[in-house]
């Protein structure tokens, strides 16, 4: 299906596609934040792995446990960029969940509970506490933007400020846990995490079996782990791609160095993708994502443009990134350019601040915590 503008936008035509559904909530906005959770216990539901957090058994179970509760996000298509990138793209546009990745756990630390339709990690949390009557501390750092804040304000989170950096957010979110006795979600290094982030592949290769190649925002490594390990469970051939900020680029430099590297600071427009990865995630970066390119600001900020104006979808930076990539020089010069010829994008994130992005121009962001 083509999407260049005109007025109805639809899925593109395969064999495998439901058909349009109403956008909404299952898994692949970037988390940013930690949420802690008084008085939950953990359902002991353990996923089936060969070594790594998550496999295509407990993600085939995230899919049946949330299914009743899902809607498939679409995937769309450009003649416009494909003729720029000189490949089949397909775009899978996450950005428009009104849940996320921890809709798996949430299910698994309240099995009653009802789907939180909300666009960040820190909301979801907020909102799902709330349907518990319980009280949930949300770890956010000062330089948070404005829409993430309000909508967790919205649910009733108790919002506790940190510095922005990585090592004062754990601080915080330590003391906040000894203090309340409250249980940790984390964004990212979780395996319900991971399961529910891989129901995206099993998705998106339905509707588009003929994909060899996967593009994926990387930061702390939730997302691409648990797409990488459904894709390469369903297809072992298919090529994963990591999409990372040059001014972030420490899984880059883990890969290269074959250990975690945590970088003092970072500075790029993509807030969303400043984490670390975690000893869940790092595995899978390591042994089974193929590659990781590095793209500066200049690039995602003309992603972003060619997103919003060819596809008519608005994305923040860290949702942007795949584009970036695959227009880069980086890819195109690779030894993966040439057999890489039906790419899925993941588009993740969608939580755009329009007041602070007309006040202010991109700054250095520290770490945070983001998938």
């Known amino acids: 299906m083509e999407y260049d503008g005109s007025p109805n936008r639809e899925h593109p035509p395969t064999p495998h596609a439901n058909g349009p559904r109403e956008f909404g909530g299952r898994v692949g906005v970037t988390p940013t934040h930690l949420g802690l959770l008084k008085g939950i216990m953990d359902s002991g539901i353990q996923p089936q792995s060969q070594g790594y957090a998550a496999d295509i058994t407990s993600i085939e179970e995230a899919k049946l446990r949330i299914s009743p509760y899902i809607h498939e996000?679409?995937?769309?298509?450009?003649?416009?960029?494909?003729?720029?990138?000189?490949?089949?793209?397909?775009?899978?546009?996450?950005?428009?969940?009104?849940?996320?990745?921890?809709l798996q756990m949430l299910y698994s630390l309240f099995p009653m509970i009802k789907q939180p339709k909300e666009?960040?990690?820190?909301?979801?949390?907020?909102?799902?506490?709330?349907?518990?009557?319980?009280?949930?501390?949300?770890?956010?750092?000062?330089?948070?933007?404005?829409?993430?804040?309000?909508?967790?304000?919205?649910?009733?989170?108790?919002?506790?400020?940190?510095?922005?950096?990585?090592?004062?957010?754990?601080?915080?979110?330590?003391?906040?846990?000894?203090?309340?006795?409250?249980?940790?979600?984390?964004?990212?290094?979780?395996?319900?995490?991971?399961?529910?982030?891989g129901?995206?592949?099993?998705?998106?290769?339905?509707?588009?079996?003929?994909?060899?190649?996967?593009?994926?925002?990387?930061?702390?490594?939730?997302?691409?782990?648990?797409?990488?390990?459904?894709?390469?469970?369903?297809?072992?051939?298919?090529?994963?791609?990591?999409?990372?900020?040059?001014?972030?680029?420490?899984?880059?430099?883990?890969?290269?160095?074959?250990?975690i590297i945590r970088l003092p600071e970072t500075k790029t427009i993509a807030d969303g993708l400043c984490a670390f990865l975690g000893d869940l995630t790092w595995p899978v970066v390591r042994d089974l994502v193929d590659d990781i390119i590095t793209v500066g600001d200049e690039a995602i900020i003309e992603a972003m443009r060619m997103c919003y104006e060819?596809?008519?979808?608005?994305?923040?930076?860290?949702?942007?990134?795949?584009?970036?990539a695959v227009l880069s020089d980086q890819f195109q010069q690779s030894a993966a350019w040439k057999d890489s010829n039906n790419i899925g994008i993941i588009l993740s994130g969608g939580n755009i601040d329009l007041v602070e992005e007309q006040q202010q121009k991109p700054h250095s962001h520290n770490l945070a915590f983001a998938s």
């Open 73 to 102: 996000t679409p995937v769309l298509t450009s003649k416009s960029l494909n003729s720029i990138a000189r490949k089949q793209l397909y775009f899978k546009c996450e950005c428009f969940q009104k849940g996320l990745g921890v």
């Open 199 to 259: 129901t995206i592949s099993l998705e998106l290769l339905e509707q588009i079996p003929e994909i060899d190649t996967i593009v994926v925002p990387i930061s702390g490594g939730g997302l691409i782990s648990g797409v990488t390990l459904a894709a390469k469970a369903i297809n072992p051939s298919i090529r994963i791609l990591a999409a990372e900020p040059r001014g972030a680029d420490d899984a880059a430099q883990s890969k290269a160095a074959g250990q």
């Open 119 to 197: 666009s960040s990690h820190t909301a979801a949390v907020s909102l799902a506490a709330k349907l518990r009557g319980i009280p949930a501390y949300i770890v956010i750092p000062e330089n948070a933007p404005r829409c993430k804040i309000e909508n967790v304000k919205r649910y009733g989170g108790q919002v506790i400020w940190s510095e922005p950096t990585f090592q004062s957010r754990e601080n915080v979110a330590k003391k906040v846990q000894q203090e309340t006795g409250a249980i940790m979600v984390h964004p990212f290094n979780d395996k319900y995490i991971i399961s529910g982030q």
């Open 310 to 324: 060819i596809l008519k979808v608005a994305v923040e930076p860290s949702g942007a990134i795949g584009l970036a």
